[in-house]
């Protein structure tokens, strides 16, 4: 499987302010994705990030809310812009693991917006 | 009704209990059946994986897919404090890179000593 990284670990930020998150891969992936998870809940699709070309937003999530850069095999970054009390939440980020179908999770962004 | 449904608990269960763990699905093209395991603060970190009906073990886990009745459990023996955490299931209808996986809500499990 994967190693995969996140920074920060967690923040907090104030209102209105924006947060970009990174996600490191010790591999080369095609495809990796960003999660959200709030409180007591479970993990929703923000978006697909290729490299490449464009990110592929799930239903719910815009662009200008969630601008997700993907520059190499390794690296994507995901910015929450101009954010507000509910965007708190954990930010996931995945990959497809080789060989096996399905998703390796990083340990997550603690996201605390005030 | 959510694609995936899944008891939320808590379920508190004494050390050396045996787990029942359980997702319910409605979408009959889900072929592939995935447990995550997520302690506090942490990242999901996949346990077991199965494809189509049928069991898997491995160690204390056992996997169970019943897909006529749309229905999958993880099985823990002789579970243990260490074994405390929530518990996801995941499926998928797809073999492919591009596989969307769709989540249960999280079981919390806590066993205690």
């Known amino acids: 499987s994967a190693v995969i990284s996140q920074k920060p670990s967690r923040d907090i930020c104030q209102r209105g302010t924006s947060l970009t998150i990174q996600c490191q891969v010790d591999s080369q992936v095609t495809m990796m994705f960003w999660y959200r998870q709030q409180p007591g809940q479970s993990l929703t699709l923000i978006a697909t990030a290729n490299q490449g070309s464009e990110a592929t937003y ?3 999530f815009v662009i200008d809310k969630f601008p997700i850069s993907r520059p190499n095999l390794t690296f994507s970054t995901l910015t929450v812009s101009n954010m507000s009390p509910e965007d708190s939440s954990i930010y996931l980020c995945s990959v497809v693991g080789g060989g096996v179908y399905t998703q390796y999770f990083g340990p997550g962004t603690r996201l605390t917006v005030l | 009704q959510k694609e995936v449904e899944q008891d939320p608990g808590p379920l508190s269960v004494p050390e050396g209990a045996i787990v029942s763990l359980n997702c319910t699905y409605s979408n009959s093209a889900f072929q592939y059946f995935m447990w995550y395991r997520q302690y506090s603060r942490k990242g999901p970190e996949l346990l077991m994986y199965t494809y189509s009906s049928g ?32 518990y996801l299931c995941a499926m998928s209808a797809y073999n492919n890179a591009g596989n969307m996986l769709t989540f249960g809500g999280g079981t919390r499990l806590m066993v205690k000593p």
Not at chain 2, 57 to 82: C, M, W
Request: proline share 3%; hydrophobic share 25%; no cysteine.
């Open chain 2, 55 to 86: 069991n898997k073990e491995d160690g204390r886990f056992t996997a169970q897919v019943d897909k006529s009745s749309k229905y999958i459990s993880l099985f823990i023996r002789d579970s243990q404090p260490s074994d405390s955490a929530t």
């Open chain 1, 58 to 60: 799930e239903s719910g």
